[in-house]
């Protein structure tokens, strides 16, 4: 189960955020900054996959933006990992080569990313 | 891979439209160079959070004053709500634009009805109250016409849904499973899987209904079915067991390439689907050989075809090999997967690494042996840079054992161990994995050296772990059952509590140790400590009046010899101003001349420091304000605090809670004093919060709420009023000693009103039928004596049994709800150890108030437990639960529960104060709503509205100047609320201010429900019901009127509207037009 995808740059500005389960919006931003803390510390070395309290995060980096989609125990990591990036490329699809600003328009890339989602589940 | 992209993007209505308007991603750029554009490139450009967050606050200030406008179009509605949910997402409150969300969704048009319902998807959650309001939307654009609007609906429902709901929407969904366009029916069964997510019961009777969605000739459609199988299989596996054959064809058909090229991911077909069914044939086949008979062939095929080199095709065969080893074993098979393993954990990709350990951790539980190829790879693991690696490898590695035995792994463990190449949490793994073998390993020398070793170790975490070992291989046996060899997936009972301890807890508290404090509560005490302490140096004596102070003891003693004085409010005004004249006073360059204070010589002449000051201060003009009995103050001067209330508007929000934390020194010292010196302090503070209140931004709302409910005595509160109230009520004669709630109440009365009858004890919650006539002849007659004195409801029953009957009645003080609880014995007998208690609630603080405390209750008669309640955060309505016990002749225990619904109106006082007042405080409020409202016949308009607001809203007429109309109000214990309202034509337009950010748009809807109950001819959008009913009542309500299209009571059929019922004053009901053919 996915509990929420985050989409963060280097600066830890959220660039979007959507939640699975309610989390309350002062909580919202300790986490997003404690998981893009915690995803700018891995090296390359390391995989992408991080413990993190009771989730497991999946971060993808693309350029200077973060792609992190926090999951519970029974997801498959991989599946997840290649979930982000088909839900890149149908963005870049979409706005004809993305960029970190075009993910801001956030009302077009949560309906894509909504849709991609039913789509492969 | 374009393909899929095409395919989701045709498949996206809202998209497509947006398209159509001006082709593709150039719309967006183009519409992205909008506000939201220049808002986000703003923020990019920023340094630091602070510059970032005065940038937020002031669009949303900005988007606050759009959105509540009454000329706002819906386009500009529909720009604003984007910023809106930009901010929010970056932490920002904005709640205040939730309920135009909802606005949105409901008129807009296609493109701002999508962001409306996007905004509500994202601001709300499943319990929030104002989800109830979309309701009618949903089922509106269910019944659409237009495919764009159905699937909107559908996507929201899919999203967030109110669970008390479903039986409205249920039927129009469960059609669409029907409809001939396949994303209508793939959207529907998303909506049903949310529906069976947040209701499974509700939806059972349609399980024949997701077969034929599993069938169904579009791969989308049963692709969403899944969702919902994965589901039930989880939680009951043994019922779906029928449908293991078609789950195996499906896969089959997946893996075969059957399906549309465009549902391939970089060629792989349908990747996400494959995992799914994967999934759920491991469910279905777990220890089931016949079933699992069936999947063998199909997981033997994916493990073959899986040949391609992408990372997909890895997430895949892990998932096989997670089924291969879940269900019931077949040997070839397993051998085969484990052959597989070797391509995950040899790659040099780090991500395929740690998915291949993982899938050997599955192999391991199942057959050791099988994992023994991988082992050099394994302890090659052992030191990689990613500890999240390292713990795969060694959380089971000890129990891989083969050939060797337990000592040799331990001997290369240590050898391990020894190298210094290794990082210390290594180390911590190591000592943890050789820790798990220790018990399989008979008397090894190693394991005793390692012990020796590391028990002296520099690094705590390794000494941690070397002493435990060192422990447990003291005690074999218990290593022994606390490490079992074969039982390493079984989960083990921990005592979290750790209630093994409470023997050694209670024998050191004997003898004299202190309890145990959570860290809380250490830095509290620490935090209040400390400051104690920097009062200190300035006292001469700690006295037991608490009062610390070089210029104090005169006033000390002074003032316990005054009593019975009567002083004038408005110059207790005058001093909780000066406390914050006299903070302005010493700025950094030091002091600062004083304008407008009376009393300046006295501070003037003393350079001591600040907080002493004050206090000083404080005291001293109190104390010789008593003396000199100043009775009457001229109107001038009051109109100088006010102008220096308002000047000091500004002060940053930090001083002002250095301010209260004296204010809340000064209350406590005084109010040990003498009683005219309490009722000075209690004021000093209201004051004190009074102005504060117009400081607060909404940020800190909730803490300056927590502060007042803590701080704030009843006796403050009450004073509120009077330290606001018209000049008429200034007398000294109400400021004598008498009880104060009395003279409230008096003065309450005796207040000069518009209307002859605004006594207001109009409101009546429902009563029950229960309770017998009896027993409320029996009950009314023990209310409390304080009952007559105020407004209160009537009883109602709730819960009863053959013993005891208990009614509950509300009393609304002035300063605070007080709930009764009256237990009445039925019986001939006394009850014994009877024991009535309130659960604590989210939002309510609840303190018991002193009563009757013997647990005995005698035969027929009444007892009375009372419970003050305050509101910690404004919300329309919440459920107060609690339970009673009592003994029956000494020997068996009796518990009833029951609960009781509180209402925001429940909160609501008038605020009594002059339309100076009036003005002022209006400038001074930051939040504001305001709503048009359209009035059906404007002549009897006025003075009709001004009655029912007065009436049901509690609100205080405070003037009427031609057809505008101003009222206020406070929500206890004192957060202000001002309402402005005008009539124009046939227009209302109200205008609500408030220091607190969400009460204005509380109050606004309150209002809109009074409209109804005056005005039937107005069609209310919204259902309304009377507050004391309980939500699941209203719910039940709306769905039936939505079902039958029918009012069970009325029998009124749609489109009626029934207006405020005379028999039942609870229920008012509202017929929806009809929702089916």
Not at chain 2, 641 to 666: P, R
Not at chain 2, 796 to 822: A, G, H, Q, R
Not at chain 2, 1046 to 1067: A, F, I, M, Q, T
């Amino acid at each position: 189960m996915i509990k929420f995808f985050l989409m963060v740059n280097k600066q830890g500005q959220t660039r979007l955020s959507k939640y699975y389960e309610h989390v309350e919006i002062n909580k919202r931003t300790l986490l997003e900054t404690e998981v893009i803390k915690s995803c700018l510390s891995r090296s390359s070395e390391q995989c992408s996959f991080i413990e993190y309290k009771d989730f497991k995060l999946i971060y993808r980096q693309y350029a200077a933006l973060f792609i992190v989609v926090g999951v519970n125990d029974t997801e498959n990591e991989m599946a997840i990992y290649e979930f982000i990036h088909n839900f890149v490329e149908v963005l870049d699809d979409y706005f004809s080569r993305v960029s970190e600003l075009d993910v801001s328009f956030f009302s077009a890339v949560n309906q894509v990313f909504h849709s991609t989602w039913q789509r492969t589940g | 891979m374009s393909d899929i992209v095409e395919k989701t993007l045709t498949a996206l209505p809202g998209l497509f439209l947006q398209n159509q308007s001006a082709t593709g991603p150039a719309a967006a750029k183009a519409s992205f160079s909008s506000r939201l554009g220049g808002l986000v490139r703003g923020i990019t450009a920023l340094t630091s959070k602070h510059e970032e967050e005065k940038l937020i606050q002031q669009e949303l200030n900005n988007l606050k004053a759009t959105v509540s406008a009454p000329n706002t179009t819906l386009k500009m509605m529909k720009e604003c709500m984007v910023r809106l949910i930009y901010c929010e997402m970056l932490g920002y409150d904005a709640s205040f634009g939730y309920i135009h969300a909802i606005k949105l969704a409901q008129q807009g048009n296609l493109l701002e009805k999508r962001v409306g319902y996007l905004a509500v998807s994202l601001f709300l959650h499943e319990s929030h109250e104002l989800l109830l309001l979309l309701v009618n939307t949903v089922v509106k654009d269910l019944q659409s016409t237009n495919l764009v609007e159905v699937c909107m609906a559908l996507t929201i429902v899919s999203q967030i849904f109110p669970r008390e709901m479903i039986p409205a929407v249920l039927p129009l969904v469960e059609d669409k499973l029907q409809h001939s366009k396949e994303i209508i029916r793939r959207k529907a069964v998303l909506a049903l899987y949310k529906f069976y997510l947040i209701a499974p019961n509700q939806v059972q009777h349609i399980h024949i209904k997701f077969r034929k969605a599993l069938c169904d000739r579009d791969v989308g459609v049963m692709a969403a079915s899944l969702h919902i199988y994965l589901k039930m299989i989880k939680e009951n596996s043994s019922a779906y067991k029928d449908l293991t054959g078609s789950f195996v064809t499906i896969l089959k058909q997946v893996v075969g390439g059957k399906l549309p090229a465009d549902f391939n991911y970089h060629s792989v077909p349908a990747p996400w689907l494959q995992i799914q069914l994967l999934r759920i044939l491991g469910l279905l086949g777990k220890d089931d050989q016949r079933t699992s008979e069936l999947m063998y062939d199909v997981l033997d095929e994916s493990l073959r075809r899986a040949e391609l080199n992408h990372n997909v095709t890895y997430a895949i065969l892990f998932e096989c090999v997670h089924t291969v080893y879940s269900i019931y074993p077949k040997s070839e098979l397993l051998e085969k997967a484990a052959k597989c393993i070797g391509k995950f954990v040899l790659s040099p990709k780090i991500n395929l690494k740690y998915l291949g350990l993982k899938a050997l951790t599955y192999v391991i539980q199942q057959d050791p042996t099988l994992a023994l190829q991988h082992q050099m790879t394994i302890i090659e693991c052992l030191d990689h840079p990613d500890p999240i690696i390292k713990r795969e490898v060694l959380g089971e590695y000890s129990y891989l054992l083969g050939k060797e035995t337990g000592e040799e792994v331990i001997t290369k463990l240590y050898k391990l161990l020894t190298s210094d190449s290794i990082s210390s949490e290594t180390k911590a793994w190591i000592i943890a994995a050789v820790t798990k073998l220790t018990p399989q390993a008979h008397s090894s020398n190693i394991v005793e050296r390692l012990i020796q070793e590391f028990t002296t170790s520099l690094d705590t975490c390794l000494r941690q772990h070397a002493f435990e070992l060192k422990h447990l291989h003291e005690n074999v046996k218990f290593m022994k059952g606390l490490l079992p060899v074969d039982k390493s997936c079984e989960d083990m009972v921990v005592d979290a509590s750790l209630s093994f301890l409470d023997g050694f807890v209670a024998e050191e508290l004997s003898q004299g140790a202190a309890p145990y404090k959570p860290h809380h509560q250490r830095q509290e005490e620490k935090l209040s400590q400390e400051k104690v302490l920097s009062f200190e140096p300035y006292g001469l004596s700690f006295s037991s009046s608490g009062f610390s102070g070089r210029q104090s003891p005169a006033g000390i003693s002074l003032g316990s010899d005054i009593s019975g004085n009567s002083t004038d409010t408005g110059l207790k005004e005058t001093n909780s101003l000066k406390l914050e004249g006299i903070k302005k006073l010493w700025g950094k360059e030091g002091y600062l001349p004083k304008k407008e204070s009376k009393t300046g010589d006295e501070t003037e002449a003393l350079p001591v420091p600040q907080e002493n000051i004050i206090m000083e201060n404080v005291d001293q003009i109190i104390t010789k304000k008593d003396q000199s009995q100043v009775l009457t103050q001229s109107k001038e001067e009051k109109e100088k605090q006010l102008l220096a209330s308002s000047l000091f508007v500004g002060l940053g929000s930090e001083s002002t809670i250095n301010l209260l934390g004296k204010a809340d020194t000064l209350s406590h010292k005084f109010r040990r004093k003498s009683k005219v010196k309490e009722t000075k302090s209690g004021q000093t503070t209201t004051a004190q919060n009074m102005t504060r209140s117009s400081f607060s931004s909404s940020s800190n709302v909730t803490y300056e709420e927590d502060y007042y409910l803590d701080n704030l005595q009843d006796r403050g509160d009450k004073e509120v009023k009077k330290f606001s109230l018209n000049s008429e009520l200034l007398d000294s004669e109400s400021l004598t000693e008498l009880p104060l709630v009395e003279k409230i109440s008096n003065c309450r009365l005796s207040t000069p009103s518009l209307f002859a009858d605004n006594n207001m004890e109009v409101f009546h919650p429902p009563q029950s039928t229960a309770a017998s006539l009896a027993n409320e002849i029996s009950l009314a007659s023990s209310l409390l004596e304080e009952t007559t004195e105020h407004m209160h409801s009537d009883l109602m029953e709730v819960c009863n049994n053959e013993t005891i009957s208990v009614s509950s009645y509300k009393i609304w003080k002035d300063e605070c709800l007080l709930m009764v609880w009256s237990v009445f014995n039925k019986s001939a007998s006394e009850l014994k150890s009877a024991n009535l208690e309130i659960a604590p609630a989210e939002n309510f603080k609840i303190t018991e108030q002193p009563g009757c405390c013997l647990p005995v209750i005698e035969a027929e008669s009444t007892k009375n437990f009372q419970y003050s309640v305050q509101m910690e955060k404004p919300f329309t309505e919440g459920n107060l639960s609690g339970f009673i016990n009592y003994q029956v002749m000494d020997t068996h225990s009796v518990q009833l529960e029951f609960s009781v619904n509180l209402s925001l109106l429940d909160f609501i006082r008038p605020l009594k104060i002059s339309t100076e007042d009036f003005g002022k405080l209006w400038l001074s409020f930051a939040n504001d709503v305001k709503q048009n409202v359209k009035m059906s016949e404007s002549q009897a308009a006025l003075p009709s509205t001004l009655k029912a607001l007065q009436q049901e809203l509690r609100l205080h007429v405070v003037d009427i100047i031609g057809n505008e109309g101003l009222l206020a109000c406070q929500l206890l214990p004192s957060i202000p609320c001002l309402l402005h309202f005008r009539v124009h034509g046939d227009m209302l337009a109200l205008w609500f201010r408030s220091s607190c950010s969400t009460l204005p748009d509380y109050l606004l809807y309150q209002c809109q429900k009074v409209r109804a109950w005056i005005d039937p001819q107005v069609p209310v959008p919204i259902p309304c019901f009377h507050p004391g009913l309980t939500r699941a009542f209203k719910a039940e309500c709306f769905v039936s009127v939505f079902l039958s299209s029918r009012c069970k009571k009325h029998g009124k059929s749609g489109g009626d509207l029934v207006s405020k019922d005379s028999e039942s004053p609870g229920h008012l009901c509202i017929v929806y037009p009809k929702t089916q053919n």
